[in-house]
């Protein structure tokens, strides 16, 4: 007899003074992505996580980009770690944990991710550019604090080489979704069963 998943998908929305988001995501899709963030770069770096960690994601995003886009980036982070937490329920069957080592020519860097139920982010990507394109590279920080601190996961962000800032930070986008990709792989060995001796994640 074959046991039914719910699906796993969710729909948040957050509207602020600053910034007014949708999304909308889809944990076992096929990796296709509708972004609009008003960041080029950013909206590159996002269809990243919906292609390599298999996500269908849905991003709209009316922000307050004539002051800078700090508000834009946090906020897409937070909203989507909401929308990730929403989807993915009470963990039972994942498989938790996740870590991928990704390359792009001279650039490599690691991500290693548990949705653990406690937040916590520990980054060091030593950025060699202050912007790339429209994108200030101190906000990769703010968009995983966000997405760490409301998906509730601890996770380890590392760039351990790199020369060209975006080759550093489509990296670091590429490893955070194969990561992602991994932790939420549903366990055969594991269904139905919270991966914790706790009980509860």
Same mark, same amino acid.
């Given at each position: 007899m074959s046991t039914s998943i719910a699906p796993r998908v969710a729909e948040v929305? &957050?509207? *602020?003074?600053? *910034?007014?988001i949708r999304v909308a995501l889809n944990l076992d899709g096929s990796g296709q992505a509708k972004l609009n963030t008003g960041i080029g770069f950013f909206d590159h770096m996002l269809d990243q996580v919906a292609r390599h960690g298999l #996500?269908?994601?849905? #991003?709209?995003?009316? %922000?307050?980009l004539h002051i800078d886009g700090h508000h834009t980036v946090e906020d897409v982070g937070i909203t989507l770690g909401q929308a990730v937490a929403k989807a993915v329920g009470d963990k039972r069957g994942i498989r938790r944990y %996740?870590?991928?080592?990704? @390359?792009?020519?001279? +650039?490599?860097? &690691?991500? $290693? #991710?548990?949705?653990? %139920?406690r937040p916590g982010l520990h980054?060091? /990507?030593p950025f060699t550019a202050g912007m790339i394109g429209g994108f200030d590279t101190q906000l990769a920080f703010e968009f995983f604090q966000g997405f760490a601190n409301h998906a509730l996961v601890t996770l380890h962000i590392d760039n351990l080489k790199g020369v060209n +800032?975006?080759?550093?930070?489509?990296? /670091?986008?590429?490893?955070? +979704? &194969? !990561?992602?990709?991994? +932790?939420?792989?549903?366990? @055969? &060995?594991? !269904?139905? $069963? #919270? @991966?914790?001796t706790k009980g509860s994640l």
């Open positions: 929305t &957050r509207h *602020t003074h600053e *910034t007014k #996500i269908d994601l849905e #991003i709209d995003c009316q %922000g307050d %996740g870590h991928a080592y990704v @390359p792009l020519d001279e +650039a490599l860097s &690691r991500v $290693v #991710i548990d949705f653990s %139920g980054m060091h /990507v +800032a975006h080759h550093q930070c489509e990296t /670091v986008f590429k490893a955070f +979704a &194969r !990561a992602l990709r991994a +932790a939420l792989e549903l366990d @055969p &060995r594991s !269904a139905g $069963v #919270i @991966p914790s």
